[in-house]
C-alpha cells in the first residue's frame, strides 16, 4: 500500500473544493458530486463554511487512485486564512495547484506557487472552468508559463472551451512524458491539465496524472522508527484532536507519546482518513494521515517519535499585517482570553497579547475577523466586540545593548543573576539564544527558564511590538543552590527556582534592548491595479498620496483586455483600506485592487 498526500491550492473561487468532490465521486467514493453552492461538500462541513460558502479550515478526505490511497487537503483560498495553507504544505507530498480559466494568474496564485517551488513540492497545474463563459484556456497557460514557471508543459488541450461541453483531448506525445514524470516528481517541472469541476471534464485525467507525476510513499517503512508531525489541532465538541502526518513507522492506539511539553501522553484514539470519513483504528502507518485523541499538551509543528532534518521549518508566509483590540463585558474577561489562547493554539500564527486589561490579536483582514467573531459566540457562548483592525508593527533591533542584574545586589528580589546582550541579525533569521558564560555553571533547567522567557517576551512584544529577529546571548548566570536550615525542609527563600529566573528575564531583556535601540516596522504590501487606460495618471497619484511606490506600468490585464491598463508598485498595508475604497470612485468603479503582503519596513513619517 501506498500513500500520496495531495493538496488542493488556490485563489479564492478558483473551484478547489468542488474538485475535491469531483475526485471523490470519480473514484465512487460518494454518489454524487456535492455543491459548494448547495452547502453539501465532503470538506466544507463547518457551519460558518456552508452559509459563506467559502473554505475556512483545511480538510482531509480520503480516494482510491490505482493502487495508491490518496489523502487529499482540500486548502482555504482566502487570503486572510493562509496560515491554514501552511500547515498543509509541511505534510505534503505534491499539490494541484488549481486556477481559473476565466481569471487567470490571480497575485495569490503566484504566492502559493512561489511557497511550492522553496519547498521543492511536485506540483500538477490544474486550469479549471473551462465549462465558463470567457474561457480562455490557452490565454492562461501561457501566463502560467510566463508568470508562474518557465518549466511547465500543458499535456491536454481543450475544445470548445467557453461552453458545457468543453472537453480535454491528450496533445500526442513526443517522448517528453516519461522525462516530465520523472521531472515532476523531484518538482523540476510541472504538467498543466485542463478540466471543470462542474460538468467534471478532465477529472479521470486528472486522476490518472496523480498516479504518473506525483510521488506516492510506501508503506512499508511502517516497521522504521516513528516519526509523524503535528500539522493541525481542532476541538470536536470540547475534545482536543490533534492532525498527524506519520512519515515513517506506526502510531497506534494506547502509546505513550512524548512531545516535549514535559509529560507523556497516551494515545487514547486514533482514526484515518478513509474514503469520504474519518474512520476508528487501532494503528496509523507510514504515510497515513491520524486524527488522533488524547494528546492534551499537542501543538502545531511538533514532532511525534524522531524529528527529521527540517522538522524546524519557518512559515512560508509572511505574519498577519493587522491587529485589532477585542473587548467583552468586563466579567467574560478571563473567558475570552480562554477562549483566544486556544483558538491561538489552533492556528500559530495568530497571536493573542495581553497588556493590562487590554487583549489584542493579529489578523490578516477582515473575513478573518468577522469568522473569529462567530467562533467566539457560537463555540464559546463570548460575546466579542472588535475595535478598529489596525496595523501590525514589529521592532527591529539596531545596536547592541548590554543589562545585567546580580541576585541580592541592587533591589534584585530574584534569587538569581542574569546578564543578556541583544544584537541585531538580518530580517527573517528569527530569534537565536545562546550562552556565553559556562553551561554547567547552573541547572539546565534555569538556563531554559530564561531562554523560554526570553522568546516568549520576543514573540509576544510585551515591551512594545513583536521583535521577530535578534541574537541574544547569556553572559552572566548565577542562582543560589538548594539549601535548607538545619533539619528544615527546602526552603524557597534561601535556594533559586525557575520562578526566580522566569520572573527576572523580561526586566534584564527589556533594558538590553532599550540599549540596543530598536525602529519600529510596518507591513508593506505588493500590489496589482488593473483599471480602465484614461485613469493611471490618477490612480498613480492616489497610491502616492497614500504612501505607496507606483514601480511599473503596462497595458493588458491577466488575459491581455483591450483597453485595460496594469499599475503594479508598493504600498504600506495600513494604507490598503483606504485604497481599496476610494478605488471604485476614480476607476468608474471598474478597478480591481489586489494586495499581498511583501515584508516589513521602517516606518516612514508621511507628515
Ligand atoms: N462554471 C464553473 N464553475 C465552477 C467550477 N468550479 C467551481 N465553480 C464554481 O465556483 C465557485 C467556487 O467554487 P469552490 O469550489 O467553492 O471554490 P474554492 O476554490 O474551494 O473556494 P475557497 O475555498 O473559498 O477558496 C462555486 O460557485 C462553484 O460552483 C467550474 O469548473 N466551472
Ligand atoms: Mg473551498
Known amino acids: 500500500m501506498s500513500y500520496l498526500n495531495l493538496g488542493i491550492v488556490a485563489h479564492v473561487d478558483a473551484g478547489k473544493t468542488s474538485l475535491t468532490e469531483r475526485l471523490l465521486h470519480h473514484a465512487g467514493v460518494i454518489d454524487r458530486p456535492g455543491s459548494v453552492d448547495r452547502g453539501d461538500t465532503t470538506t466544507d462541513t463547518l457551519a460558518l463554511e456552508r452559509e459563506r460558502g467559502i473554505t475556512i479550515r483545511a480538510s482531509v478526505a480520503s480516494f482510491p487512485a490505482g493502487d495508491v490511497t490518496v489523502n487529499v ?7 486572510d486564512f493562509i496560515a491554514e495553507v501552511d500547515r498543509s504544505l509541511a505534510v505534503l507530498d505534491g499539490a494541484v495547484l488549481v486556477l481559473s480559466a476565466v481569471e487567470g494568474v490571480q497575485a495569490q ?127 470536536e465538541g470540547r475534545r482536543k484532536r490533534s492532525f498527524v502526518r506519520m512519515r515513517s513507522g506506526a502510531l497506534r492506539v494506547r502509546d505513550k507519546i512524548d512531545l516535549g511539553h514535559g509529560r507523556a501522553e497516551r494515545v487514547t484514539g486514533l482514526s484515518v482518513a478513509h474514503r469520504g470519513s474519518l474512520d476508528p483504528r487501532d494503528t496509523a502507518a507510514a504515510g497515513q494521515i491520524a486524527v488522533v485523541h488524547g494528546l492534551s499538551t499537542a501543538r502545531v509543528g511538533d514532532v511525534v517519535g524522531r524529528a527529521l532534518p527540517g522538522d524546524e521549518r519557518a512559515s512560508q508566509f509572511p505574519p498577519p499585517s493587522y491587529e485589532t483590540v477585542v473587548g467583552v463585558a468586563p466579567g467574560d474577561r478571563g473567558r475570552l482570553y480562554a477562549a483566544l489562547t ?48 489596525r496595523t501590525a508593527r514589529q521592532e527591529r533591533i539596531v545596536g547592541t545593548g548590554h543589562a545585567v ?18 544584537e541585531p541579525v538580518r530580517p527573517g533569521s528569527g530569534v537565536t539564544f545562546e550562552l556565553e558564560c559556562e553551561r554547567g555553571s547552573m541547572p539546565p533547567a534555569f538556563f531554559d527558564a530564561v531562554e523560554d522567557t526570553v522568546r516568549r517576551e520576543l514573540a509576544r512584544g510585551s515591551l512594545r511590538w513583536p521583535i521577530p529577529d535578534a541574537r541574544v546571548v547569556m553572559t552572566h548566570s548565577g542562582y543560589a ?127
Open 405 to 422: 542584574e546580580v541576585k541580592k545586589q541592587d533591589g534584585n528580589e530574584f534569587l538569581a543573576t542574569i546578564g543578556l546582550r541583544v
Open 73 to 79: 487537503l482540500d486548502t482555504p483560498g482566502h487570503p
Open 342 to 389: 486556544e483558538l491561538a493554539e489552533q492556528d500559530p500564527l495568530i497571536r493573542v497579547r495581553r497588556r493590562g486589561e487590554e487583549i489584542t490579536v493579529s489578523l490578516y483582514g477582515e473575513v478573518q475577523r468577522e469568522v473569529l467573531a462567530a467562533v467566539l459566540q457560537r463555540e464559546y457562548a463570548v460575546d466579542a466586540r472588535f475595535g478598529e483592525v
Open 481 to 607: 543552590p538548594r539549601q535548607s536550615h538545619m533539619h528544615q525542609k527546602f526552603n524557597k527563600a534561601m535556594s533559586s527556582t525557575g520562578a526566580d529566573f522566569r520572573g527576572l528575564t523580561p526586566r534584564v531583556l527589556a533594558a538590553a534592548v532599550r540599549r540596543a535601540g530598536t525602529l519600529v516596522c510596518e507591513p508593506v504590501h505588493r500590489f496589482v491595479i488593473e483599471m480602465p487606460d484614461d485613469v493611471v495618471g490618477s490612480v498613480t497619484s492616489l497610491v502616492g498620496r497614500l504612501g505607496g511606490v507606483p514601480m511599473e506600468s503596462g497595458v493588458g490585464g491577466s488575459g491581455g483586455g483591450v483597453g485595460v491598463a496594469v499599475v503594479r508598485g508598493e504600498i504600506p498595508a495600513g494604507s490598503v483600506a483606504a485604497l481599496q475604497r476610494d478605488l471604485p470612485g476614480l476607476t468608474h468603479g471598474e478597478g480591481v485592487c489586489q494586495t499581498v503582503h511583501d515584508r516589513f519596513e521602517p516606518v516612514v513619517d508621511r507628515g
Open 109 to 235: 496564485t503566484l504566492v502559493l506557487m512561489r511557497a511550492l517551488q522553496r519547498l521543492r513540492l511536485p506540483v500538477i497545474v490544474f486550469v479549471n472552468k473551462i465549462d465558463r463563459r470567457g474561457a480562455r484556456p490557452d490565454v492562461v497557460a501561457d501566463a502560467v508559463a510566463r508568470r508562474l514557471s518557465p518549466d511547465v508543459l500543458p499535456v491536454q488541450r481543450v475544445v470548445a472551451a467557453g461552453t458545457p461541453s468543453a472537453r480535454v483531448v491528450p496533445l500526442p506525445d513526443d517522448g517528453l512524458r516519461a522525462w516530465l514524470a520523472c521531472e515532476s516528481r523531484r518538482g523540476t517541472a510541472h504538467p498543466v491539465l485542463f478540466g471543470s469541476a462542474v460538468t467534471g471534464a478532465g477529472v479521470p485525467e486528472l486522476t490518472a496524472a496523480l498516479g504518473s507525476y506525483l510521488p506516492a510513499v510506501d508503506a512499508g517503512k511502517s516497521a522504521d522508527a516513528r516519526s509523524g508531525v503535528v500539522f493541525a489541532i481542532d476541538r
